[in-house]
């Protein structure tokens, strides 16, 4: 199994900056890609951005130029760095790490304001 344990999110006002880390445990070694995903209230969870073991990485159209996916090996730590916050930003955010099969940190609200 795969243990994920997301930082704490928080308010910004829009056109600000905030940064996610998720810290991987256990059979991190099976890992093929982590990434983040977000829902909104009333919405379904989309992905934001992805990289894969390989260091690739990619993201939804939405947030492309505004946030950047990475990572620290050593620490199994995987980072979404979030730049010119928007107010359709707010939600909350999951970080991921797909094996064989999904495993989910806990979520993170993430609030932006106008």
Request: glycine share 10%; with cysteine; charged share 15%.
């Amino acid at each position: 199994q795969v243990q994920l344990v997301e930082s704490e999110g928080g308010l910004v006002q829009a056109g600000g900056s905030l940064r996610l880390s998720c810290a991987a445990s256990g059979r991190i070694f099976s890992i093929n890609a982590m990434g983040w995903y977000r829902q909104a209230p009333g919405k379904q969870r989309d992905i934001v951005a992805e990289i894969t073991s390989g260091g690739s990485t990619s993201y939804d159209s939405s947030v492309k130029g505004r946030f950047t996916i990475s990572r620290d090996i050593a620490k199994n730590t995987v980072y979404l760095q979030m730049n010119n916050l928007k107010p359709e930003d707010t939600a909350v955010y999951y970080c991921v790490a797909v094996t064989t099969i999904a495993y989910w940190g806990q979520g993170t609200q993430v609030t932006v304001s106008s």
